[in-house]
Each structure stands twice: as C-alpha cells, then as structure tokens.
C-alpha cells in the first residue's frame, strides 16, 4: 500500500508540474496578445461544426477552447513538435547535443518532489503526505537543483556549434551565478526567520497569518521583493532574459535545437515559473492556509481546499511574471550585472544582517 500511495503521489506531482507547465505556457501566448492589444491564438477548432450528429454536443465546448488558444496552445504546438525534424549541428556529438535539454529541465521538474502542494490528511486509515520527498532540508535542495540547471544551459550553448549558442550559454550562465548569490541569502534570511528548513515547517508556522511580512517581521516584505526579482532573473525570463534575446542571439543556447529538444528546454522554463510562484506562496503567503479561516487537520477534503488555494495563488504570481515580462523592456547586459552584484548583493546582505541582529 505504501508503495501505491508513492506512486500515486510521483503521478500527481509530475501531472502537477506538466500542468502548471502548460498553463503558463497558454497564459504567455493569449496574456501577451492581450497586452499587446492583439487576438492570439484563436484558430483551431473556433470554427469546427461536426457533421456527425454524435459529435453535436461537444461542439461548442471545442469552439470556445479554440476562441480561448487552448487547442493551439495546448494541442497543436505539443503535435507540432512532435513532427518536426530534429537535427544535430554538424561536428558536435549527437549524445552530448541531447543532454543538454534533460539536464536543464530535470532539475526543474526534480525540485517540485519535496514542495508541499496540501496539508497531510487521513484516507482509508492511511496518513498521506501530500509531498512526494519530506526533507529536513528541502530549501537546500531547492537551491542546489536550481545551481544544476547551469549546467544544461552551458552544454546546449557548447553542443550547439553556433557562436550565438555560445554567447547565450555564457550570459545565462554568469547571470544564474550572479543572482544566486542574492537568493541564496535571502533563502538564509528565511531560514533565521522561520528557524527551520522543513517546507512544511515553514508553511504550517504562517497558519495565524500572511506569512514573513512587516506585520510579522519588518524584513519580510524586503525578503520577498529581492526573492521575486532575483527569482524572475533565475528562470532567464524578460526584463532579463539576456541568455536568449532574439534581436542579438536569435534565440541564444537552444538557437540549434527543434522539435521535442526545444520544445523540453521551453516547457522547463514555464514549469520554473510556476515552481517560483509555488515557493513564493509558501514562503511569504500563507501556503494553503487561508486568512483567518482555519481548516479542520487531517481531512481529506480540507486537504483539496487548501490545494486551491495554494493553486490559485501559484497561478496570481504566474500571470504577474508574465505580465511583467511584456510590460517592461529588456535590460542591457551591463544593467543586468550592475543590478545583481551592486545592487541585490548588498541589500540582502543587509538584510540577513538586520534580520539576525533582530533575532539575537
């Protein structure tokens, strides 16, 4: 049974990241036409009238998928891809050429394994943990997946035979090192604060409020505003997606990748978006919990509340990544480092110290 229960669980928590993966995927596409005062994506399947009588009443739930881009963003891009010719660039190895993709998405997709998505409760006489790994380090192992998915970047850029592919390797490479500095002082800050490394720890000590937040701890708010920035720059997405800026470097380290290859190194990058949201809301948000209400322990039922509610704030910080992403223009390169080692660097050192000598 308890290997049933793991199985079930990996199932969910995969299908959870796919998920979330695909949603910010279609919100990038259909958020962006609409930022920019475009339609979208709006054809496949707008204007399907089955002749088969059978088919008559799910017609208009098509049409209104196709109107919404969920068939085109969803359905067609997956197939698309899916037939598209994959090819190697001539002189590198086909093996290493691979790699590059799994080892910059599997990380991503590894991290989500020891987040917390509910509350444990009781079914069938069995406790389950809505957590696929329970770690007492689980904010050290977020952080170093987050260190691993350099190395994907570096091998595509390397593998890619394309000076293109090499700039952007090298640019995202020094940036995810830079800004990791940042985070993983802020992720020190957090740990004084909530004096444990436990997700769950940390979700379950914010149950009577928001969370670390000027009413809790006057660090909070500093705490979350460089996490959020140094987080944005971390999944390489605009105002500093420098790594793959298609006026300098077409499309930087996957410029020599198609079909499913990019199309891994695409879906890695919208399911860390969502797994930054995810650790987002549980830091600074409350998790599950929901302001001064309080769920019964152990149901199941209160269990799937608190897991959407944590989904629906995961998703309220997807859409403000993407809004802010075709809001602001991008940086220059120079302005990206400036702002990491000048700017973040200090003030979350600053941070950690105020906040230690606050809990001394």
Not at 196 to 218: F, K, M, R
Not at 236 to 244: Q, S, V
């Amino acid at each position: 049974m308890e290997l049933l229960i793991l199985a079930v669980k990996a199932f969910i928590v995969l299908h959870v990241a796919l998920g979330l993966g695909a949603v910010c995927t279609w919100i990038e596409r259909k958020g962006s036409a609409l930022i920019q005062d475009r339609v979208g994506a709006n054809r496949a399947g707008a204007y399907w009238y089955p002749s088969n009588p059978l088919l008559w009443p799910i017609a208009p739930f098509i049409r209104i998928a196709g109107m919404l881009g969920i068939i085109n963003t969803l359905l067609n891009d997956a197939v698309k891809a899916l037939l598209k010719e994959d090819f190697v660039p001539e002189g590198t190895s086909v093996f290493m050429h691979a790699l590059g993709p799994f080892m910059a998405a599997l990380p991503v997709f590894l991290a989500y394994a020891v987040v917390p998505l509910a509350p444990d409760f009781t079914i069938f006489g069995y406790h389950v943990q809505a957590q696929l790994v329970r770690i007492d380090t689980g904010l050290l192992f977020i952080l170093a997946m987050g260190s691993l998915a350099v190395y994907g970047v570096v091998f595509a850029g390397w593998t890619g035979n394309n000076k293109f592919s090499l700039l952007g390797a090298l640019r995202a490479s020094a940036q995810m090192i830079s800004y990791e500095l940042a985070m993983g002082i802020v992720f020190v800050t957090l740990i004084i604060g909530y004096g444990t490394l436990d997700l769950y720890a940390i979700v379950e000590s914010q149950q009577d409020g928001w969370g670390i937040n000027p009413l809790v701890h006057p660090t909070g708010w500093l705490s979350f505003i460089i996490l959020f920035i140094v987080g944005m720059a971390e999944t390489k997405r605009g105002p500093f997606d420098m790594p793959e800026s298609e006026s300098e470097l077409v499309a930087g380290y996957f410029t020599e990748y198609s079909g499913m290859k990019f199309l891994l190194f695409w879906l890695g990058e919208f399911a860390e978006i969502a797994l930054f949201a995810l650790i987002i809301s549980l830091f600074f948000f409350g998790g599950w919990h929901i302001p001064f209400v309080e769920l019964p322990e152990g149901m199941w039922w209160a269990a799937l509340v608190g897991h959407g509610v944590l989904m629906a704030k995961v998703l309220f910080f997807c859409v403000l990544q993407i809004v802010i992403r075709w809001s602001l223009p991008r940086f220059r390169y120079d302005q990206l480092m400036s702002l990491g080692w000048k700017g973040l660097l200090p003030l979350s050192l600053l941070n950690v110290m105020v906040t230690a000598a606050i809990h001394i």
